[in-house]
């Protein structure tokens, strides 16, 4: 099994549940991305550029997807974490009921168009 793989499946609840959930929308929303273990967490390339990772903060109770071009998007902002960051942006999620597909596969679609425009905004 691959590292990345490892990282989800060895986490305890509820991490493990919330971060299968969201490696299943973000593989079969956009299929061509490359699962690999960068950073020491489960991080998706796309055309060999950084796409979105995973982060689950044990010691705050939350798992974060994390978009790499998240300076590009335009849907669903109230919806994204920055946490004091200055340019990435996530999804935070403390349960698996606390997922909604339909924003995360709309974040996904439009992160993908805007990934060769590249981490910041000109």
Same mark, same amino acid.
């Given at each position: 099994m691959k590292p990345a793989e490892d990282y989800i499946l060895n986490q305890k609840e509820?991490?493990?549940?919330?971060?299968?959930?969201?490696?299943?929308?973000?593989?079969t929303t956009?299929?061509?991305? $490359?699962?690999?273990?960068?950073? $020491?967490?489960?991080?998706?390339?796309?055309?060999?550029?950084?796409?979105?990772?995973?982060?689950?903060s044990h010691k705050?109770?939350?798992?974060?997807m994390c978009l790499w071009n998240s300076a590009h998007l335009t849907v669903h902002l109230d919806k994204l974490i920055t946490d004091g960051r200055k340019v990435m942006k996530?999804?935070?999620?403390?349960?698996?009921e606390d997922i909604n597909g339909k924003v995360v596969v709309e974040l996904l679609q439009e992160?993908?168009?805007v990934n060769h425009k590249g981490f910041y905004k000109n």
């Open positions: 509820p991490f493990k549940s919330i971060l299968i959930q969201l490696q299943v929308l973000v593989e956009v299929p061509e991305l $490359r699962l690999d273990f960068k950073y $020491r967490l489960p991080f998706y390339y796309l055309n060999d550029k950084p796409f979105c990772y995973f982060n689950a705050k109770g939350y798992v974060d996530s999804l935070r999620y403390y349960s698996v992160a993908e168009s």
